[in-house]
């Protein structure tokens, strides 16, 4: 057991030391300046054979939609440690996760919303698969982060580690519903030799490793605050 403490501990310091290393810092500003160089400067603003400055956004949609679902798997894997070995660190990275994850997809919704008006001359299509399975992924982790805000420190917080180990369910479904089910308009783009958006591959990596770079840092921000919070709860606990 003890030993098994100690490894946990270790691994919950190499994530610190990851997620507030100068590397993760520096390479989100760094690739971030690249990103947006390479998409105003180099990316084409012809793609599905329209041409419009809107299809850029493709360049941050597109790593938005990858990130959301390494989000919700960090609430997932937060969950399952939570439940399986308690310890308030898998708690905080859990709903950091969630949080993020949330955040992001209501940007994808957005920024796909956006791009769809254009390519789709549709700002919404219930028939599509993928965006009516997406739209019921943010349901529901908006009422994961309902549950969890819910819950009291130290008591009932497992109810929100159930719900999010349950609810991720729903993610593998959203992201394969394009090959599993007829699309309406999302084609698959991963693997996909027919697709017929045309977008640059090493404008798309640089985005998506910027974006990815930032979301460790944020999740370092978030999980700080809810270090801080527990203090403040720890000190009023004391001076009661």
Known sequence: ??????????????LHRVM?????????????????????GFASRTMYGIEHGINLIAYWH?????LTALALSTTFVG???????????????????????????????????MWGRI?????????????????MVWFIYAGYLVVYASTERGSDERFAAVYGTVAFVTVPITYTAGRLWTPTFHEPTIANSSVSANIDPLTLVVSLIALGLLYVYL?????????LEDRVVFRKEEVA
């Open 119 to 135: 390519v789709w001359n549709s700002w919404w299509e219930w028939s599509d698969v993928r965006l009516v399975t997406f739209l």
């Open 79 to 113: 969950s399952v440690l939570y439940l399986k070995y308690e310890g308030r660190f898998w708690n905080r990275l859990a709903h950091s996760g969630g949080e993020l994850g949330f955040l992001f997809a209501t940007l994808t919704l957005i920024t796909g919303s």
């Open 62 to 66: 597109i790593p938005l939609a990858f």
């Open 20 to 40: 507030w290393s100068r590397v993760v810092r520096w390479g989100a500003f760094v690739s971030g300046l690249v990103s947006l160089t390479l998409v105003f």
């Open 219 to 227: 999740m370092a921000v978030r999980i700080r605050l809810h270090e």
């Open 1 to 14: 057991m003890r030993a098994l403490s100690r490894r946990l501990g270790s691994l919950i310091a190499l």
